[in-house]
């Protein structure tokens, strides 16, 4: 029962679903088929293929897209429209010919495999939905959107595989490519339906009338099995035209090939150098090329169609004798049907008659039932090869009846020295063995070599290649005697100009090596005479140079150490100025190991020693262990040490004093010869001569140096002298300086006092009889014209006003005069001679009072700042006289410095107490002991332009001075130097850099030393 508005159910006939996935696979393997004929097809016959591939394949698609129609089922009649159902085939087959064309490229890039996917799966969608406009039903169709979109992508991929596919395997035939095309074919196959069913299934049917019943117009089965065996018939054409097209091709590229493989072939041998023949089974000439007619002196003509054997009338053996036909190489090639190589024989030349030696090879080409097609036999002209192995073979004869009578050894052995293929008879005579043993034991040479020489000439065989071997070394024959022997070896090259072999000869030269020895030991005497002249020439040199003792010593032990080649040497003074009499060891020379082991002193080890050295004034010993001279005890304390031999020779100087040379050998015996004994008495009386002339120029150096240290104490105590006189003239400037300003301020103080005392009283007086005139002015208002007149006259009024302020103002600079007189008293301290406790700003002020008139403001000049930082000191114990001395001269200085510098002119002085020069405990001491136990420092700065690092390190130099003559003598911080730091033991020091000004410190102890200790005494006294 159908309902309007409701879709039909549908069902499938499965039987026509196999049958359409069985079309899609067959059509996809004729798809993978065609696509290889298409690739190889040219011309017109590529469009031919192309065009039916394209039908066959697009009728395959359409085939089993229009059976899948066929298996739907439902409630309603169908029909097709049969133009539209043509317009659907019509798609398919231009899809598949959009897909031939593709994979018949000769690339398929992605692009190109993207874009076909693309216009081929839109085909075969086409076609699909084109055949279900063709569909004619009593429904209304609706579509899935999704559905439609999906079997359109699967349409898109299913192209691209089969694309990709069909490219991929387009020209594979083989057995296993064939079953890789079916399996593509079936994936391809199951695509197409996959693709269909999709879309079948995206489709809904809604009847447009209910209550009819309708019944079915076609025949679905019989028309889809029509349709599927047309289709199978077109599908099978189509492979069974492709597969006799292949064969077809097949047989005519094969023929072609073969042609051409043949046309090369005899073009190659037409245009060889050998000469080449090819020859039947029946021995007669199919061809030949230029050259083997140009060798046999022959044309084409001669020898085309002739029998091979007969083209010369004799053929010949290499040892002259008559080659028979049947062993000929082309004869056995055809009897044996194997190859025949390298066969040598002699032809005669058919016009000039000459033999020409020939190498032939004869390679039978067999059948495949294994018959002779034909024999290919090559030869080559080896005439000039054969003339000169004649020539070699001749020339070898002489060669060794050339080395066979030689003295030298000639031998020629292979690269690797493994075979000697030749030597010369020579070598039974140097070597004294036989020369089988030689080619039996090629390596037997080397053992005769002697052992020290082996190595050596192992290292040098490589040289043999390159030709630059030649060595000498020793043999030892049989009979145990050396001989010497020069071998030169060269390399021998082939025609390739590779190296094959190695030829050498090898000469005795014992006798000149003999000769040579003989030569050397003369030149060895000359040698050692020239060493010995040398050696004395130099010591005398250096004697004439330098008269450096150790330095002449340590040259002499050195040389000889080296020019005898012993472990050591030294040279020892026997010291008989002390009891009991030494060797004290002066120089040695030798090996480190030995040098540290002879930090004994082997003349007190072993006193025998020294004594025979000192009562014969020479010793020798070649073999210590065995000396005679010495005793038991004595050899073998020597053979402990493992001292073996030794050399002693005395030296004796003019002024008596004794010295040894020793030479010492370890470890093994040392014969001392007659030369030796010669080289060292000459050094010995050289050394001698040294020793002398340094002892009269040490005298002379010594008499130098002490008139040298008296003439600078001289020196030293006459500038002392003048600076002594200097400051003494100083002090006495100073002394009558300050004795008279004590005279004056003594003077001056008398009068002061007087006025001062009586001026208390005078202005008492005047305030009394100012208090008696307003006391009258009270009592009489009106005085007589006369007295009127002299008060007008006298201006009372004013005079009564200015008397008091008169007063004052005298009062006033008599304090003024008083003061004064106290800074001169207070700056000469003539009554201070001894040191005293004082109080340091008093000093100060003092010294400032009298500079004020030089750094004090006056007319044209802006004066300079005194800046005081004082700070609370207790009285500092000092020569308080001096003491001013040193401010004098350092504040006269200051004020020097900034008279000529620009605004602003500042000398600041600061005092402070100081402790930095006590330990930590001795603070603690003091601080409870003394806690006025300290340092006073006074610093003295002025801001002026500063002095350099070189004027700084000299300024407290007597007679130092940086004024213009005439303006100071340079003593005056020499002086306050010596009074700082010799008389108050303290500190001067000056902080001074150009352009940043300069600071003077006085640092002095607050208490002196001395009374320091006695304190400390009587404290600790008291509390014990």
């Known amino acids: 029962m159908l309902h309007a508005g409701v879709a039909m159910a549908s069902t499938y006939d499965w039987r026509l679903v196999a049958m359409s996935v069985l079309i899609a696979v067959i059509a996809s393997y004729t798809a993978l088929d065609l696509a290889g004929r298409v690739t190889v097809a040219q011309g017109k016959a590529r469009i031919g293929w192309l065009t039916g591939g394209a039908i066959a394949m697009g009728i395959g698609i359409w085939a089993m897209h229009f059976v899948g129609m066929l298996a739907f089922e439902v409630s309603l009649p169908v029909s097709y429209n049969l133009l539209i159902v043509v317009i659907s085939m019509l798609a398919a087959i231009a899809a598949s010919g959009l897909a031939l064309f593709l994979v018949s490229g000769a690339v398929l890039g992605i692009s190109r495999l993207l874009g076909g996917s693309l216009f081929m799966g839109l085909g075969i969608a086409t076609m699909h939905y084109t055949g279900m406009v063709a569909m004619q039903i009593d429904a209304i169709t ?16 299913g192209s691209m595989v089969a694309l990709w596919l069909a490219f991929q395997l387009r020209n594979i035939n083989t057995g296993v490519g064939k079953w890789r095309k079916i399996g593509s074919a079936i994936v391809m196959g199951a695509a197409v339906p996959l693709m269909h069913y999709t879309g079948m299934a995206a489709a809904s049917f809604i009847p447009i009338h209910t209550n009819e019943t309708f019944h079915a117009t076609i025949d679905s089965l019989i028309l889809a099995i029509s349709i599927g065996v047309a289709t199978v018939i077109i599908l099978g054409i189509a492979l069974l035209t492709a597969f006799f097209d292949r064969r077809i091709s097949a047989e005519v590229l094969k023929s072609e090939i073969l042609e051409s493989s043949e046309k090369r072939f005899r073009t190659m041998i037409q245009n060889l150098q050998v000469a080449v023949i090819l020859v039947s089974d029946k021995l007669e000439i199919l061809t030949s090329n230029q050259a083997a007619l140009n060798l046999l002196g022959l044309t084409e003509d001669e020898v085309s169609g002739k029998v091979c054997l007969n083209l010369s009338n004799k053929i010949v053996r290499e040892d002259g004798t008559e080659f028979p036909q049947q062993l000929q190489p082309i004869a056995q090639a055809i009897a044996t049907r194997q190859p025949v190589h390298h066969v040598v024989m002699g032809v005669y030349h058919p016009v000039t008659q000459n033999l020409i030696w020939l190498l032939i090879n004869a390679d039978p080409e067999l059948a495949v039932d294994g018959s002779i097609m034909r024999v290919i036999c090559t030869f080559s002209d080896i005439t000039k090869s054969k003339q000169d192995e004649t020539a070699k073979r001749e020339s070898e004869q002489r060669f060794r009846q050339i080395a066979e009578n030689i003295g030298e050894v000639f031998w020629m052995s292979d690269l690797q020295q493994q075979r000697i293929i030749y030597v010369s008879p020579a070598y039974q005579q140097v070597w004294g063995r036989s020369c089988e043993s030689l080619y039996q034991e090629p390596k037997s040479f080397l053992d005769a070599i002697h052992a020290e020489d082996q190595e050596r000439i192992l290292a040098a065989f490589p040289k043999q290649l390159c030709g630059e071997y030649n060595e000498e070394y020793r043999i030892i024959q049989p009979d145990g005697s050396i001989r010497w022997i020069n071998d030169r070896a060269f390399p021998v090259y082939n025609e390739s100009g590779e190296v094959y072999r190695i030829t050498g000869i090898a000469a005795d030269i014992t006798e000149r090596k003999q000769a040579e020895e003989k030569v050397l030991q003369s030149e060895d005497q000359y040698r050692q005479l020239a060493q010995r002249e040398a050696l004395l020439n130099g010591l005398a040199n250096q004697i004439r140079t330098t008269l450096d003792l150790p330095k002449i010593l340590e040259t002499a032990v050195n040389e000889i150490r080296n020019l005898l080649q012993i472990h050591r040497c030294s040279f020892q003074w026997y010291r008989t100025d002390v009891q009991p009499n030494y060797f004290e060891l002066i120089q040695q020379a030798g090996e480190s190991t030995i040098v540290d082991v002879c930090h004994y002193d082997l003349l007190k080890q072993v006193p025998a020693v020294g004594e025979q050295i000192i009562k014969f004034n020479f010793f020798r010993s070649d073999n210590l262990s065995k000396d005679s001279n010495l ?52 050094v010995t009386d050289q050394l001698a001569i040294a020793i002398d002339q340094a002892e009269i120029y040490n005298k002379s150096r010594l008499a130098a140096t002490t008139a040298q240290v008296q003439a600078a104490q001289l020196q030293k105590a006459l500038a002392d002298l003048k600076l002594t006189q200097a400051q003494l003239i100083q002090t006495e400037k100073m002394s009558s300086l300050g004795q008279m300003v004590a005279g004056v301020a003594h003077e001056i103080n008398n009068p002061v006092n007087f006025i001062q005392g009586n001026l208390q009283h005078i202005n008492n007086y005047a305030q009394d009889l100012l208090e008696l005139s307003e006391l009258y002015q009270q009592r009489f208002p009106n005085p007589g014209a006369e007295i009127v007149e002299r008060i007008e006259e006298i201006d009372w009024e004013f005079l009564k006003d200015d008397l008091p302020k008169c007063l004052s103002s005298m009062n006033v600079g008599a304090s003024r005069i008083r003061e004064i007189v106290l800074s001169l008293r207070n700056f000469s301290r003539l009554d201070e001679a001894e040191m005293k406790f004082v109080d340091i700003h008093e000093g100060i002020d003092s010294t400032l009072l009298i500079l004020k008139h030089r750094w004090q403001a006056k007319a044209g000049n ?100 940086t004024k213009e003559v005439g303006d100071g003598t340079g003593l005056g911080l020499s002086i306050s130097y010596q009074i700082v730091v010799d008389k108050h033991k303290g500190k001067l020091g000056c902080i001074s850099e150009p352009g940043k000004g300069t600071e003077f410190i006085i640092e002095i102890p607050l208490q002196q030393q001395n009374h320091y200790s006695n304190t400390t005494v009587a404290v600790t006294t008291e509390k014990g």
């Open 142 to 157: 609706v579509y899935n959107p999704l559905l439609v979109a999906v079997s359109v992508v699967i349409a898109i991929a």
């Open 631 to 682: 005793d038991a005890n004595s050899r073998e304390k020597i053979a402990c040490l493992g001292l073996t031999a030794l050399l002693g020779l005395v030296i004796s100087t003019n002024t008596g004093k004794i010295g040894v040379l020793i030479c010492e050998h370890y470890d093994q015996l040392r014969p001392w010869n007659d030369y030796e004994i010669e080289l060292l008495t000459a």
């Open 862 to 961: 802006i004066g300079i700042q005194i800046v005081k930082k004082y700070a609370d000191l207790p009285r500092v114990e000092c020569y308080a006289g001096r003491l001013n001395q040193v401010l004098m001269n350092i504040l006269a200085n200051a004020i020097d410095a900034l008279e000529n510098q620009e605004h602003p002119r500042i000398i600041t002085i600061s005092t402070e107490l100081s402790s930095e020069n006590l330990s930590v405990h001795s603070q603690l001491q003091q601080q409870i002991e003394n806690p006025n136990f300290c340092n006073v420092l006074i610093r003295i700065i002025d801001n002026g332009k500063g002095m350099t690092e070189e004027v700084k390190k000299r300024i407290f130099d007597p007679f130092f001075t």
